[in-house]
């Protein structure tokens, strides 16, 4: 395995924003693991399905799907789908989805086989506890809900989407419910993780933040 960082935490703690930066700043490739959840998602909606899905019915369907991630995009049977997917009803199911153990494992070997090829940064719910348990560096980024519905609010609008910041609250509230909760590789902080509360953090400070624990408390990655 190349060099791997991973960042988990909940929806609008900043992983996305984050995973890009040190990946540029660090010459890694960026892998939004989220995007691939969102795709499986989109596919299956687009197929008309939704929670009531059977395992062996997803197990089926999944046999006809290629997902990838390449320079930031996510590839759908080789169609770019990277706007397609930033939906709040696609946002909505992939949480669905993705509490599906046939899905998750669908996905596992993808994430894996990416960071054998990369030096990786790697940001979703699951990085470090399930895909990536032996990363030079983890981290767990986190923020109040009422600061992750107000980003998640301007990060919607600016893309031209209808959203109110009390649906914001509403969503971001409803789906950490939902990842906190599910049986299978639950948002959790690996024990061996650098937790940071980004709540009143500007975007600067937390990339310096982050940058100083990988060039002193990473393994092979410290200088
Ligand atoms: O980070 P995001 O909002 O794009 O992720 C979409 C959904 O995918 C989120 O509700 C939880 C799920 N997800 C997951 O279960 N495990 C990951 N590693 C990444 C995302």
Redesign the pocket.
């Known amino acids: 395995m190349k060099r791997v960082i991973t960042i988990d935490g909940p929806?609008g703690a900043g992983?996305s924003t984050m995973a890009k930066e040190i990946a540029r700043r660090l010459g890694f490739e960026y892998l939004d693991?989220?995007?691939l959840?969102?795709a499986v998602a989109l596919y299956l909606r687009d197929r008309g399905y939704d929670e009531g899905i059977t395992d062996n019915k997803l197990r089926e369907e999944l046999k006809g799907v290629s997902v990838s991630f390449k320079g930031g995009k996510v590839f759908l049977l080789d169609r770019d789908v990277s706007d397609k997917i930033r939906t709040p009803e696609i946002?909505h199911y992939?949480?669905v989805f993705?509490a599906r153990p046939v899905v998750r494992e669908f996905l596992l070997d993808l994430q894996r086989d990416f960071a054998k090829n990369h030096d990786t940064v790697a940001e979703?719910?699951?990085?470090g506890t399930v895909v990536f348990p032996e990363a030079d560096c983890k981290f767990f980024l986190d923020a109040s809900p009422e600061e992750r519905a107000r980003r998640r609010f301007l990060q919607l609008k600016a893309m031209g989407k209808e959203i109110t910041e009390e649906e914001a609250l509403r969503d971001v509230l409803e789906?950490d419910r939902r990842?906190l909760s599910r049986d299978v590789?639950p948002l959790k902080k690996a024990d061996d993780a650098i937790y940071v509360d980004t709540t009143e953090l500007s975007l600067e400070e937390t990339v310096d933040f982050l940058l100083k624990q990988i060039s002193n408390n990473c393994g092979r990655l410290s200088r």
């Open positions: 929806s992983k693991t989220g995007a959840y969102r946002g992939s949480s993705s979703g719910r699951d990085m789906r990842d590789a």
